[in-house]
């Protein structure tokens, strides 16, 4: 896949397909410190049949914007299925923030296991398993939608082993 540490980018009509990564974002890990960066990801783009520990199609984390039109499908982690906006950390003043412009996030899996699951509220990755089939969001983070006139968006076909579906929001 693709991995961005503390740089700018902007794709566009880039397809990311059947990567895998030990860690973050088996299709993209994006991670930086710098506070308003904009990452771009535009025209139609699939994340297609990556996988990873958390985050199949694309992990995100710091003070960043990650500005996405597309498809992000058929991508399997244990947390964040298809996304997973990594939690802010003690010394950014803000998270991550995903503006999800127009696409859809469809028929991704959060497949961790059920043992381990901790009860209020939720720690670390470590800590809990099969959450979030098509976004988990850690804590700090933001998920926003743009959709314009004539553009589309949706959820669907996602699956969580232990629940949310969809969206996970920790």
Known sequence: ??????????????????????????????????????????????????????GGGMAVGGPIILHFEGSIQNNVAENGGGIYLLPKNSDETTGSTLNFCAGFIRNNLAEGAKEGVTTGRLGTVDSIKGFGGGAFLGDGTTFKTEIEENDTFGFYGNIAATGADDIFAN
């Open 1 to 54: 896949g693709i991995c961005i540490l503390n740089g700018a980018v902007n794709i566009v009509k880039g397809n990311v397909t059947e990567n895998e990564a030990s860690n973050f974002g088996g299709g993209l890990y994006v991670a930086n410190k710098v506070a308003g960066t904009n990452i771009t990801l535009a025209g139609d783009g699939v994340f297609n049949g990556n996988k990873a520990f958390a």
